[in-house]
């Protein structure tokens, strides 16, 4: 059974560039949901996705998006890149309706940096 | 907006000493998750607490679940370098779609010493 993995590891991009973040989440697990985590700061709830839908979104503007695919990997895309958008990208995926409580999975994060 | 207060932010203590991380909130939870992540790596689930005033213990490391469900703490008895990381304590939302959103709280960073 592989993890969830996420691609690239690392990407540096410059300010109103766009990026593509990749997800395979865990097999079998039809709920993925990304996170953002700054440097020395908790992870923050971007969007949730479950049968192709965004299900569920923080407090983001729209110009961060997302696609789940019929085989639950995910992409997030961010538009018009800041400064403030470096961060660790966080996919994590679970099992079941989004609903449930059952335990999230994390994969390793996308390192970016805007310059 | 739920928000977690965890404190301290920073602990740097000797191996064999003992350790509490709290993790406060005025909201109420339905369950309280709390994760290690290392350097280079996402966060990996330690335990999940449901019920008000539920205590769960994994070795070393004692969680509890405040009565109200707004609030927890991590404990960990006679600290090792290995329990060096980052510590995180995430609130799961009471219904709909808020369970699949967590909020994590800003993160305890721990180093032990040999």
């Known amino acids: 059974e592989t993890g969830v993995t996420q691609s690239p590891t690392h990407l540096i991009k410059t300010r109103g560039q766009q990026v593509t973040l990749r997800c395979s989440s865990q097999s079998g697990h039809n709920t993925v949901s990304w996170y953002q985590q700054a440097l020395g700061q908790g992870p923050q709830f971007i969007f949730q996705y479950y049968r192709e839908e965004e299900n569920g979104r923080g407090n983001f503007p729209p110009r961060f998006s997302g696609l789940q695919f019929p085989n639950y990997s995910s992409e997030l895309n961010v538009n018009a890149l800041e400064l403030d958008d470096s961060a660790l990208y966080l996919c994590?995926?679970?099992?079941?309706?989004?609903?449930?409580?059952?335990?999230?999975?994390f994969g390793e994060g996308s390192r970016l940096t805007v310059l | 907006t739920q928000l977690l207060e965890q404190s301290p932010q920073f602990l740097s203590i000797q191996e064999g000493e003992n350790l509490t991380v709290y993790c406060n909130s005025s909201s109420v939870f339905s369950s309280l998750q709390w994760y290690r992540q290392e350097p280079g790596e996402g966060p990996v689930l330690l335990v999940t607490v449901v019920t008000g005033g539920e205590v769960k213990k994994l070795k070393r490391l004692t969680f509890q679940f405040g009565d109200a469900r707004k609030d927890s703490s991590l404990h960990i008895t006679a600290a090792q370098p290995g329990d060096t990381g980052l510590y995180l304590c995430?609130?799961?939302?009471?219904?709909?779609?808020?369970?699949?959103?967590?909020?994590f709280g800003q993160g305890t960073i721990l180093t032990v010493h040999p």
């Open positions: 994590a995926s679970r099992l079941g309706q989004p609903t449930n409580t059952g335990e999230l999975f």
């Open positions: 995430a609130g799961a939302g009471a219904g709909g779609t808020s369970y699949g959103k967590l909020t």
